[in-house]
């Protein structure tokens, strides 16, 4: 699960479409978005549970790590 605010939605966009993150677009990888929009409450409050509901909700598996990870997108 990613969480985005509206305007870096483009920028992930890019992100994922260079090759050295092709392996991100793999059928065997599932990637789900957040997108916060600006005036929503949680654009400035971090949803987390709401989050990690919506991802084990999507797990298609037996198996399921849940693991908390911070990454800052960068140029």
Do not use: Q
Not at 45 to 70: A, C, E, F
């Amino acid at each position: 699960m990613i969480y985005l605010h509206e305007e870096e939605v483009s920028r992930f966009e890019e992100f994922l479409g260079k090759s050295e993150n092709s392996i991100l677009c793999d059928p065997r990888i599932r990637l789900l978005t957040y997108v916060a929009v600006r005036d929503s409450f949680f654009y400035s409050n971090y949803p987390i549970n709401i989050l990690r509901n919506i991802g084990i909700h999507h797990v298609s598996t037996s198996h399921m790590i849940v693991l908390d990870m911070d990454m800052w997108m960068s140029s």
